[in-house]
Each structure stands twice: as structure tokens, then as C-alpha cells.
């Protein structure tokens, strides 16, 4: 093969190389491309996903903050266990958005008194629900009904048992807390079979507070007593039928209620219940005084309730009774104003209804109620007419 035929050769040879390795290089920035597309893509769908993930705060329910990582009741340990990423559920017992599991959490019913000298209360404000009525001597005295994760370190000053607070806590098929008793309420509770708790008997649970004087000096805390609930009860849900809850109303619709006046038979025990319409929320006063906590938490609601019901005066010592079935008329306070309608619970074993005068259900705001029992005669004082 002479000179010239062999570089001819060599040059077609090196030609087919270049040629191959300009099309590797092709096919590899190709590949590069392609590979880099399909990150783009992943990237996106994994955001896209984790936006929609379950458990977010959902939209159009206003007053409520996204909630991470709570805990709930577990059966049987009576501590509370963590719940990562639930969904959020509406709160059996008073509405509010919470995460799954802790939606229905079994009832605790406490007796909580306000006798001048047991004040200032604890874990009060914490309570889901609150009935205030007069025991006896003009003085009046609270069933604070908790449904909640919410560690409450102290619950008090806990004191004695009456019959119609019983039915009150019966409704919610609630654990009834209480330091002793009349006659008659730890009568009621041996016969009705009522699920109680009392001090006497069950010293551990609670615990009395030296620095107080007794008997305003007994207490106890969320950890206790759902403790002994669960763990010596074997408690299961609580069962009840929930009121009727709704969102709040935006600003622009609320109204201008400034007070309620709620009367008791001793001037110390007249409440006012001023509202507050940018937080649409009503705060507790005794005249110039806010009715707080020990540690200085507010205690606020809702929605107030007032209903008018029988009193009636059972013994020698005073002690009073109200009627609890049947039906009344109530006043509902929420949004800044007051409608009237009626309360209705035709046995002692069932759930307190509410309506409107139209007979329309009452539709309550998420968040803390609390229940004003007075006698049929009772007025209460409205700095604004009652809304149609």
C-alpha cells in the first residue's frame, strides 16, 4: 500500500472516530438534560404533596391556630402521648378545631367553689364548659366540665356535692368530682350510680394547699384525675350528644353588647360579663374586679347563657335545689348581642336543649360557654336590647 492510499485511510479512520465522539457528547448532554427534567419534576410533586398534607390548618374557620404535634389521653397510662401529623377534628365538647384522637376525650365534672374567701379559683379558666348557680346563703358555685388534653396543674379549691349539678354533670356521662356532700346529692349519687369521685374517700387524687385556710384549700390537677379515670376506672369515652357549634362572626357583623348583668341574692356574687368585640369574647368582672385565676389568667367565654328555671329551698340548713327538667326560658349572649328562646330537657338522663324563640337550635361560637342558672325571676341587665 503506498504513502498516499495509507493517509487516506488513517484520515477516514480518525474522521469516523471524531464523528462517533461528537455524537457520544450529543447523546450525553441529551441524557444530562433528561435527568435533570425528572429532578425538576420530583422536586415539585414532593412539594405539591407535602402542602396538602393531612393535618394542616384548614381554611374558613376563623379564631383557630395551626396545631403541630399535641398529645392526647391514652387508655390505660392516664399521660399523655404524642399524636404527630393528625388531622384536625371539631371538639365534641365545645367546637374548636383540634387534632385528631383528642376530639373526644372522656369528661371530667369538678365542683369548684367561690365562697369570697376560697377566690382566687384555679384551672377555671381552662374549664371547656362552666355552670354557675347558687348553692346556698346567697353564694354560688361552679361545675367546671374539661374535656381536654390541656395540662391544668391545679383544679380548685374542690368542694361539696349538690343534687342538681349532679344532673348537670350527668349529661356528659362526666366523672363528678367532688369533696363530700349533702345528704341528699351523695344520696343521689349512690342511687342514680352516678360516677364520682370524692375526697373522702379517694385522699390521693387531691391534695390540701397549707397556704390556704380550710375547707377552701383542697385541690387537685388534669394528671390526677384523669389518672384515676383511666387507669382505676378503666374510663371509656364519655357519651353525650354535643350542642351545635359554628364559626364566629367576622367584625363587620358583630355587635356593640357592651354588659350582662348576671344578679345573685348577695351583691359579692352579681357578675358582669363585658364584651370585648375585637377578641368577640365576653371577660367576668365582680364590679371593678376582673375574674382571673391565681395565676393571673382571664377568664373569659364565648357564649353566655343565662336560663330561668324553679328554686326552691330543701332543708333547714338552706340548702336549695334547682329544677333541671322540663323546660325555661334562656337568653343566649354571643357576637356581641342577646337573643331570647328556651331551654329544654325532657328527662334527667338526657342532654339540655337550646333554641330560639323561632325554634330555630341556638348555633354556639367554638370555644368556652358558660351557663348563668337563675331563678325565673331573676332579670337579667342588658345595656342593649335583646336582637329579634
Not at 450529543?26 to 419534576?41: E, R
Not at 354588659?259 to 357578675?271: E, F, L, M, Q, R
Not at 358582669?272 to 376582673?290: C, F, H, I, P
Request: hydrophobic share 35%; proline share 5%; net charge negative.
Amino acid at each position: 500500500m503506498d504513502k498516499a492510499t495509507l493517509k487516506i485511510k488513517i484520515d477516514s479512520a480518525l474522521n469516523t472516530l471524531r464523528n462517533l465522539f461528537d455524537w457520544r457528547k450529543k447523546y450525553l448532554w441529551l441524557l444530562a438534560i433528561v435527568l435533570f427534567a425528572c429532578a425538576i419534576i420530583s422536586l415539585t410533586l414532593a412539594a405539591l404533596s407535602l402542602k396538602h398534607e393531612p393535618g394542616r390548618q384548614p381554611e374558613g374557620r376563623s379564631g383557630q391556630e395551626e396545631t403541630s404535634a399535641v398529645s392526647g389521653w391514652a387508655e390505660g397510662s392516664g399521660q399523655a402521648q404524642v399524636a404527630s401529623s393528625a388531622p384536625l377534628m371539631v371538639r365534641k365538647i365545645d367546637g374548636v378545631l383540634v387534632p385528631e384522637g383528642q376530639d373526644d376525650l372522656p369528661v371530667i365534672a369538678v365542683m369548684i367553689e367561690n365562697h369570697i374567701a376560697s377566690r382566687p379559683p384555679a384551672g377555671l379558666s381552662k374549664a371547656n364548659i362552666v355552670y354557675e348557680a347558687e348553692a346556698e346563703g346567697g353564694i354560688t358555685r361552679f361545675l367546671a366540665i374539661y374535656s381536654t388534653n390541656e395540662k391544668i396543674d391545679r383544679i380548685g379549691p374542690i368542694r361539696s356535692a349538690r343534687p342538681y349539678y349532679i344532673d348537670w354533670a350527668r349529661e356528659y356521662g362526666a366523672l363528678y368530682v367532688h369533696c363530700g356532700g349533702s345528704p341528699d346529692a351523695l344520696a343521689k349519687i349512690w342511687h342514680d350510680g352516678i360516677l364520682d369521685l370524692n375526697e373522702f374517700y379517694h385522699a390521693a387524687v387531691f391534695w390540701r394547699d397549707k397556704s390556704r385556710s380550710a375547707p377552701h384549700n383542697v385541690f387537685s390537677s388534669s394528671e390526677k384525675l384523669y389518672g384515676y379515670y383511666i387507669q382505676e376506672l378503666k374510663g371509656e369515652k364519655s357519651q353525650y350528644d354535643p350542642w351545635t357549634y359554628k364559626d364566629e362572626e367576622p367584625p363587620e357583623n358583630r355587635d356593640n353588647e357592651d354588659k350582662i348583668g348576671i344578679p345573685a341574692s348577695k351583691s359579692d356574687y352579681s357578675v358582669e360579663w363585658k364584651y370585648d368585640r375585637t377578641g368577640n369574647l365576653y371577660a367576668r368582672w365582680y364590679g371593678s374586679t376582673r375574674h382571673a385565676d391565681e395565676d393571673g389568667a382571664p377568664i373569659t367565654a364565648k357564649n353566655v347563657v343565662a336560663i330561668f328555671t324553679s328554686k326552691s329551698v330543701v332543708d333547714d340548713e338552706g340548702r336549695l335545689n334547682f329544677k333541671t327538667t322540663g323546660s325555661g326560658k334562656a337568653l343566649f349572649c354571643l357576637d356581641g348581642s342577646c337573643r331570647e328562646g328556651f331551654w329544654s330537657k325532657p328527662a334527667a338522663k338526657g342532654r339540655t336543649e337550646f333554641t330560639y324563640r323561632d325554634k330555630a337550635t341556638v348555633r354556639l361560637n367554638s370555644g368556652a360557654t358558660w351557663i348563668e342558672v337563675l331563678p325565673a325571676w331573676a332579670d337579667v341587665n342588658l345595656t342593649t336590647t335583646i336582637a329579634d
